[in-house]
């Protein structure tokens, strides 16, 4: 079992800064990639940025391109979500996740943070 646990979500004026943290235990070695989504109440989840595992390959959506950076620390099993600039429309639940294979979906989610953007 995976076990993820995020923190770091909070209420940020439009243009600052919030960074979250995803620390992962349990069954996590050799595992694909880590990813964050977000969803708003009453609509989809959004795939906002993966890593793979090595923190060598790195995928940003259009909508936080140039403005989050994804990362990791192997040492700490922690990947990372810098968000700059941030703008009342990126307001949501955060979610970290794994995906344990190349050949599945992100199959373990944290419980969610929840980020305020204020105007």
């Known amino acids: 079992q995976v076990q993820l646990v995020e923190s770091g979500g909070g209420l940020v004026q439009a243009g600052g800064s919030l960074r979250l943290s995803c620390a992962a235990s349990g069954r996590t070695a050799s595992s694909y990639a880590m990813g964050w989504f977000r969803r708003v109440p009453g609509e989809e989840r959004e795939l906002l940025a993966t890593?793979?595992?090595?923190?060598?390959?790195?995928y940003y959506a259009d909508s936080v391109k140039g403005r989050f950076t994804i990362s990791r620390d192997n040492g700490k099993n922690t990947v990372y979500l810098q968000m700059n600039n941030l703008k009342p429309e990126d307001t949501a639940v955060y979610y970290c996740a794994l995906r344990p294979t190349v050949i599945s979906t992100y199959i373990y989610w944290g419980q969610g943070t929840q980020v305020t953007v204020s105007s």
């Open positions: 890593i793979s595992w090595s923190g060598g390959m790195t």
